[in-house]
C-alpha cells in the first residue's frame, strides 16, 4: 500500500460489490479518509464514462 498515494481519493469497484467493500474497508484501516467504494450497479457507468480502471491481471 505505500505504492498508493495518500493525498489523492481512491474509488474501489467490482462487478459484485464484495471485493470493492472488502477493499475499501482496508484501505480506511490503513488510515485513509478519501475512500469511496462504488456500488456494483455503477461499475458500468463508471467505465462508460472513460474513467481508469485495472482488473489486477495486469
Known amino acids: ?3 498508493i498515494p495518500r493525498e ?5 469497484v467490482c462487478a459484485a460489490g464484495m471485493r470493492a467493500s472488502m477493499a475499501g ?3 480506511q ?5 478519501n475512500v469511496e467504494v462504488l456500488e456494483e450497479s455503477r461499475t458500468g457507468a463508471w467505465i462508460d ?3 481508469p480502471s485495472a482488473t489486477g491481471e495486469e
Open 25 to 27: 474497508s482496508i484501505l
Open 1 to 3: 500500500m505505500d505504492g
Open 49 to 51: 464514462k472513460g474513467y
Open 8 to 12: 489523492i481519493p481512491l474509488v474501489t
Open 29 to 33: 484501516r490503513d488510515g485513509r479518509e
